[in-house]
């Protein structure tokens, strides 16, 4: 910090000198004016701490150089001091006090009220000046900070559109394995070819299940989780879940079952979506982790009021336990309980990541009980919104589809394009099929269909200039009935299914989908119809 300046402004040098001397204690640095005018002059030029100046000086006096200061943006607030011999009534001390003057000081000066009044003025000046260059700091960390963050946010940017385009890469081919799979364990096969089928449709699921974690993972961290609220059944989720693993317990030999309180609400309201991935996720880890015994999965009432549960779900195994000192990493980024259990059991180490982080994100905790050799209970607890009145009786499960229900998909993947015609078949249903968005546009114009699925990505046309194409022809002709457009994609980021929804579409369904995906967005279809 440069050693503050004193403008002492008097037009007798040996007043001057008189008050160098007096001041020589001060780190200062001192600058002499001899008249008004040069007092003005040098304050244009040059930053000063304070100013001591005599009131009465030839050609300008005090009052009016002072005056003239407090005009200027730079010295409108210097602090300045009077001295004078011969100005000493009340009259004149309240004149200068008025005109700007932080004190007035009569001559003969007493030397320790002048030192006293500088030395205040001179730790304020030291204050005001390290704040500044406080807020010169801060201003240049600041702009650091922006420059860090744009260059984060490109990242970022840069980090979602390459694992977008690996999703939809990998997700092609993979919707056409397990497709295919799924398919040919409805046939008639033998029991040895049919085993082979089973691998290749679990080897995929796998694959299948660890872009869907990595996926995850990237949305939660880009802050694109969006969460549902929406009427459930607790006992419906656990006992799909239980459902969806039986298979894989009982191939381990191992028990799996659920225990769930009566005084659970039986319609409460949230993300069921998000709360069977968590349960998915700690299940399939609780069978992974357990060579015999059992798994079970647990709900039970913690407290109640009229408008909300809070609801305590735990998943129990007496499998091989975890050590106390590896408990606090199970819940990080791509971190396992040791490297053996990667090399032993697999995984992307995410899953536990993902189930806190969606636990947080519906206003939960999730943690774990557990000992090594005598298994592991990883609970969730939730407090849940209460269903008031009666549940909702909109929903639809499937229904007869009239022959006369017309089908157009528009898909460029031939494999893709067989899949799904399989699976309408088995359904008992008819497709009519196009390459690309203008031709299901044509099609659609020609004979209006009742349900397009329609592809994202295509030649020509893609599927959302598509979807905005039939959108605008039924406004134009003022449809009552518009067809119900279903987007069918590997892109499986928020911001591609807000794409579709604003182009038009109606629903998005991720490749690949299930088959009781598809048989729902074939009953809203038949919803709209209706």
Known sequence: MERPKILIVDDLVQNLVSLELLLADFDVQFDRATSGAEALRKTLKEEYAMAIMDVQMPGMDGYETLTLMRQRHKT??????FVSAIYQSDVYIIKGIETGAVDFIPKPIIPEILIGKVRVFLDLHRQKQELKDLLEKLEHNNEELEVQRKKAEEATRAKAMFLANMSHEIRTPLNGIIGISKILEKSELPSDQKDLIQIITNSGMNLLNIINDLLDFTKIEAGQIELESIEFDMVEVVHNVVGLFRNLAEEKGLRLGSLLDSKIPRVLRGDPLRLSQILNNLTNNAIKFTEKGEVCISAELVSRTEHEAAVLIKVTDTGIGIPPESIGKLFRDF??????????YGGTGLGLAICKNLATLMGG??????????????WVRLNLQVHQGNADAGSVGERSVPDSFRILFAEDNLINQKITLMLLKQMGLRCDVVLNGELAVEAHLKKPYDLILMDMQMPVMDGMDAARRIREDENARNEKAPVYIAAVTANAFVEDKQSCLDAGMDEFLVKPFKESDLRTVIQNALRRKK
């Open 76 to 81: 409108r607030f210097l602090p300045v001091i």
């Open 335 to 344: 971190s396992q309980a040791d490297a053996s259990t990667t090399r032993r």
């Open 365 to 378: 905790q999730i943690g774990v009980d557990s000992q090594p050799g005598a298994g592991s209970s990883f």
